[in-house]
């Protein structure tokens, strides 16, 4: 068998239910390794409450350069109740957080999927939604989360001002409409670029970057602007209509919110973030579910792995361009559904309870 070059994963499964999904996915990867002969090479280290507890910080140096270093990094999640407490700076979430902002992680991909099997999750008719796949690439370091000047001051008249500032550069603005076009190519060929281009200036700034770059390299693409608001009403109107949406951080924070809820459980949302290529081709990026921790479940042996998983699916497509093996473990995800395992948060009348180990076995079974 040929041997393709050694790919390296940092898996940090953290705290909580964390362990549990990321034990999954090491089997997945174990098993991608013995049968597909894909050399994939993993190291796994603390992250969050359990690094605290062992090195007194959320995140120590060595594994913050491991992170650098590797090609994709997997999280599982962080936090509990018992360290909530602690000072800010050590708080298990700062790693995550120093994570996306060292590893200039600018694009956040959550797709919102909703297998058919689900359909009855969901507050919108089966029809709308039934075999939704929509993804959402989020602008994730700049707008109006970042912009200065920020805060709250006193005014003239007794009162108090909040000031918030909503600015984007133009190069801010392409790189991450980049990441959507490039997507794009690997899906429908359909992107929705939406901002509020009608009354903020940032929001036009942003239409005639997008529409530049489009003009210039994507043409092949098409390309839709929307309204943000309107983007809000359309995602519970017809849905399907979408492929790619790239927005900005705020209005990126709201939309995938509400397309997520669309498909029902948190414990089937996976998400990418992405950071720019180097003249390489390389590029830096963090896979982790869309869920927490979940203390009040964690060490049962029932939580769901597959947005983990699916979170792995996203890391082989996007970071290591495997495809193929990315669409079989959805294929595979997909055809447990069908036979009607699952996990206890998505268990419904004539579906069979697993556990999560059962579970990522059975994934792992549809896969051979
Ligand atoms: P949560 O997502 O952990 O849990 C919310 C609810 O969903 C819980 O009832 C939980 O049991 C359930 N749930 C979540 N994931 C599940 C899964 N895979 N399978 C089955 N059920 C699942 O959110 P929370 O309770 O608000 O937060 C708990 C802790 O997680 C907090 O400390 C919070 O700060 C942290 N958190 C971390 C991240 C992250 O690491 N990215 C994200 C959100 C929250």
Redesign the pocket.
């Known amino acids: 068998m040929i041997k393709v070059k050694k790919r390296k994963f940092l898996l940090l499964p ?1 705290d ?3 362990p549990e ?1 990321i034990g999954e996915v090491k089997k997945i990867i174990n098993w991608f390794n013995k049968n597909k002969s894909l050399d994939f090479e993993i190291e796994e280290e603390l992250v ?1 409450g359990a690094s605290y507890e062992k090195n007194g910080t959320p995140i120590t140096d060595e594994v913050f350069y491991k992170a650098l270093e590797s090609e994709a990094v997997i ?7 018992k ?2 407490d602690l000072e800010f700076s050590k708080k ?2 700062r790693a ?1 957080l120093k994570l996306r902002k060292e590893l200039k992680l600018f694009a956040n991909l959550r797709p919102a999927i909703c297998f058919k099997q689900l359909v009855d999750a969901s507050s919108l008719k089966p029809d709308l939604i039934s075999d939704l796949d929509i993804l959402f690439v989020r602008e994730l370091t700049g707008g109006i989360y970042f912009g200065e000047p920020r805060g709250i001051k006193p005014i003239d008249n007794g009162e108090r001002k909040g000031i918030n500032t909503h600015v984007y550069t133009s190069s801010e603005i392409e790189r991450v409409a980049r990441v959507a076009f490039d997507l794009a190519r690997k899906r429908s060929k359909k992107v929705t670029s939406c901002e509020k281009s009608n009354v903020m200036e940032a929001g036009q700034l942003w239409k005639e970057e997008v529409k530049t770059l489009h003009e210039k390299e994507y043409k092949d693409i098409e390309l839709k602007h929307m309204l943000a608001d309107n983007c809000a009403m359309q995602l519970v109107r017809y849905p399907k209509q979408f492929d790619v949406i790239v927005t900005d951080n705020l209005f990126g924070d709201m939309l995938s919110d509400e397309a997520a809820m669309l498909t029902g ?3 089937l949302l996976p998400s990418a973030s992405l950071g720019a290529k180097d003249k390489n081709g390389n590029m830096r990026s963090l896979y ?10 964690a060490g049962n042996g ?4 597959i ?2 998983i699916l979170s792995f699916a996203m890391a082989l497509k996007y970071s290591l361009d495997l495809d193929k093996e990315s669409n079989n473990l959805e294929k595979a995800v997909q055809s447990v559904l069908d036979e009607g395992l699952r ?3 998505i268990l419904s009348k004539g579906t069979k309870e697993v556990s999560t180990s059962e579970m990522g076995d059975a994934i792992i079974s549809k896969l051979q």
Not at 75 to 81: C, D, E, F, K, S
Not at 288 to 297: Q, T
């Open positions: 953290g909580g239910i964390g999904v969050g999280l599982g999640a962080v936090g509990g109740p360290w909530d298990p979430e995550l459980s948190l414990g982790e579910p869309v869920h927490g921790s979940a203390p009040d479940i029932i939580a769901n792995p947005a983990t996990t206890k948060d």
